[in-house]
């Protein structure tokens, strides 16, 4: 069975770059799916960041693109997201997950599951 | 951008059914996706591609599809039921409701 789990700093100081990477253990990213990172501010929504494919492939919410970076490391068999000039509302729950194709072809016509459990990242000086 | 827009709240009592509609213009020609989310918890699918559900998810989670609007419905609700449910879709970007908050009283 799948299983995602993220690993980080808690803590991140306004305008530095935040770095987070999800280990996948029981399925080799190296043979297909995208896999995605979604976050959660505080008592608010979920908001998509990016995902990526297998192959490198990358996609972004373009409220974020600017400064969203989204890697694959086949031979750690985790992914990993960068996130630059942060500030207090970049503070969230941020989760990995794997991002399933509904055969379509276009990758944001599909869904999450399952999802890592979640790590929160405080802006803060 | 695109919105999918989802009441904020849904109360129901034990045994009775929930439905939670989530509304956007591009729901005709894409998908929906439905997630359950307890508190301190990550979200869990319950529905895909609409109507499917996935294993492991019970039966009385049941999604559909109508023009704009798709409703994710809880039929028999239990108290374990009691979470906020988001949906998911698309249009160009991946996009998420707003969440509801289910109540079971």
């Known amino acids: 069975q799948v299983q995602l789990q993220e690993s980080g700093p808690g803590l991140v100081k306004p305008s530095e770059t935040l770095s987070l990477t999800c280990a996948v253990s029981?399925?080799?990213?190296?043979?297909?799916?995208?896999w995605g990172w979604i976050r959660q501010p505080p008592g608010k929504g979920l908001e998509w960041i990016g995902s990526?494919?297998?192959?490198?492939?990358?996609y972004y919410n373009p409220s974020l693109k600017s400064r969203v970076t989204i890697s694959v490391d086949t031979s750690k068999n985790q992914f990993s997201l960068k996130l630059s000039s942060v500030t207090a509302a970049d503070t969230a729950v941020y989760y990995c997950?794997?991002?399933?194709?509904?055969?379509?072809?276009?990758?944001?016509?599909?869904?999450?599951?399952?999802w890592g459990q979640g790590t929160l990242v405080t802006v803060s000086s | 951008s695109y919105e999918l827009t989802q009441p904020p709240s849904v109360s129901v009592s034990p045994g009775q059914t929930a439905r939670i509609t989530c509304s956007g213009d591009?729901?005709?020609?894409?998908?929906a996706y439905w997630y359950q989310q307890k508190p301190g918890q990550a979200p869990v699918l319950v529905i895909y591609?609409?109507?499917e559900r996935p294993s492991g998810i019970p039966e009385r989670f049941s999604g559909s599809s109508s023009g704009t609007t798709v409703t994710l419905t809880i039929s028999g609700v239990q108290a374990e039921d009691e979470a906020d449910y988001y949906c998911?879709?698309?249009?160009?970007?991946?996009?998420f409701g707003g969440g509801t908050k289910l109540t079971v009283l």
């Open positions: 997950a794997r991002h399933h194709d509904d055969g379509s072809g276009s990758y944001y016509n599909g869904w999450f599951d399952p």
């Open positions: 591009a729901l005709p020609k894409q998908y």
């Open positions: 029981g399925y080799s990213i190296s043979s297909g799916y995208y």
């Open positions: 990526i494919y297998h192959s490198g492939s990358t």
């Open positions: 998911q879709s698309a249009d160009s970007s991946v996009v």
């Open positions: 591609k609409d109507s």
